[in-house]
């Protein structure tokens, strides 16, 4: 049974869910209700909401200022309520100044050393990642490192008994930190693969010693020395796919932190047993693709239990596009964005979408609303093709309205809040007062949002 119902229905409603017994306060014929026996579906959790921004993009020029920049935006991410940074890959690949940090060639040059035809990293130099990461942590903003552990690129060539051929696997990184030879790389004396290989890049075997040693145990390993020397709070790991989600699983219990995983797929069991068995968080892809599907398709109904979020909410990064997958429409996107920022999960902010792309004063308010009202469980109230209707029933909580419409709609929706005045926090729409029975009308525009909580609050 829905909980919502057109408002020429209202009667007809009434007497449905007084017949069904769903209220234990009864629908009068002008609809008033029983004050004293409106009960609340409110649970006491409130907001705590962390706001993770990607501060990249695929193409970001390869000139070495890009860490500069990043530490440009700072003070204005703060005032937005970002609370997380996910930076781009920090160390230097095969190409230099060129790559973006998915070809990992020695982990601990950081843009100090000449190695791969720069000194710099396409992002900076170690002096201004340093620099960045000490304003970073000044504004207590948490990091998370972008990690890639599936492959390396830029060996030597050099001959492996196991593969009977010779490949390039040979590092001997300038660091002098994190050797390896073709004994780290598959096929070895361990395996003969693993889960995934990316491309034709050598496929690192994370289950050797020297392998172990230097990703999480030795306290000078990656692990920890981008927890405690660069100041890392967390991991984002890339490709995920390619190796046993065992390795994240170890490198959480070694190292710590805050973990999530690029497990790009939309189905949504294969994230969630990902999830477990790497006792990790996960971006939401199977989300992203409802989203699309939604707002791109035109089918709300599309969203309703979809996502990681609605299977493992506490795991679920919410994201609408990255440096890799940008499919949502731009027309689309102030949906997805709104959607991602009334539901559970926490959500992640691409840095094109935010810098370049939309309205960034709706981008500021929707974060307000994050932080401050979409709190506890979700119900949803109505959804349907054209209309989608989602309550968050903590406190305060809020009610959100998405409408893919031409036209503006509205709809009679029970609240938690008895006898309160409502405030549309886009903007957009009339206050509303809702009655005894918490039920209220609430308006949105065409091919919009509304986002509904009391006006006062506490
Ligand atoms: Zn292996
Ligand atoms: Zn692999």
Not at 122 to 149: H, P, Q, T
Not at 428 to 433: E, K, L, T
């Amino acid at each position: 049974m829905s909980a919502v119902t057109k408002l020429a229905n209202s009667t007809f409603y009434c007497l449905i869910v007084a017949v069904l017994g769903l209220f234990h306060s009864g629908c009068s014929k002008d609809g008033s209700s029983d004050t004293e026996q409106f009960v609340s579906s409110a649970e006491a959790v409130r907001p705590d909401a962390q706001i993770l921004m990607q501060t990249f993009y695929w193409d970001v020029k390869p000139e070495g200022t890009w860490w500069d920049t990043i530490s440009s935006k700072l003070d204005s991410w703060k005032s937005s309520g970002v609370t997380a940074l996910w930076l781009p890959v920090v160390s230097k690949g095969q190409s230099g100044i060129h790559s973006m940090g998915y070809d990992p060639y020695d982990y601990f040059d950081f843009g100090q050393y000449d190695q791969h035809g720069s000194i710099e990293t396409r992002f900076g130099s170690f002096a201004e990642l340093k620099s960045l990461i000490v304003r970073a942590k000044a504004r207590n903003f948490k990091l998370i490192a972008d990690i890639v552990l599936n492959h390396n690129s830029g060996g030597d060539l050099e001959y492996s008994p196991y593969s009977k051929k010779s490949y390039w696997t040979r590092f001997s990184p300038r660091s002098g930190k994190f050797f390896r030879s073709f004994e780290d790389f598959h096929p070895n004396a361990l395996h003969a693969n693993d889960e995934g290989v990316f491309a034709e890049f050598p496929d690192l075997c994370h289950h050797t010693e020297n392998v172990k040693d230097w990703l999480y145990n030795r306290p000078d390993g990656i692990g920890k020395y981008y927890r405690d020397s660069l100041q890392f709070d967390g991991w984002r790991f890339d490709y995920v796919k390619g190796f046993s989600p065992s390795v994240v699983k170890s490198w959480n219990a070694a190292v710590g932190g805050i973990s999530i995983g690029e497990y790009w797929d939309g189905d949504v069991n294969l994230v969630n047993n990902w999830c477990k068995a790497a006792n990790s968080a996960a971006f939401d892809f199977p989300l992203m693709y409802a989203m699309k599907a939604a707002f791109d398709g035109l089918n709300l109904a599309e969203l309703q239990s979809k996502g990681l979020i609605a299977a493992n909410p506490a795991q679920a990064y919410t994201f609408v596009a990255n440096h890799d997958v940008d499919e949502i429409s731009v027309a689309s996107k102030p949906l997805a964005y709104a959607y991602i920022m009334v539901a559970e999960g926490t959500p992640c902010i691409f840095y094109k979408d935010f810098e370049a792309g939309l309205d960034k004063v709706k981008l500021n308010q929707l974060i307000w609303v994050k932080k401050n009202l979409a709190a506890g469980s979700t119900k949803t109230l109505l959804s349907s093709q054209y209309e989608y209707i989602l309550r968050r029933n903590g406190t305060p909580g809020v009610i959100a309205y998405f409408n893919i419409n031409n036209s503006d709609v509205s709809r009679r929706v029970q609240s938690n809040w008895a006898n309160t005045l409502l405030k549309d926090y886009t903007g957009a729409n009339a206050d509303v007062s809702t009655d005894a029975s918490g039920m209220a009308t609430i308006t949105c525009k065409g091919k919009s949002y509304a986002v509904y909580a009391p006006k006062e609050l506490n």
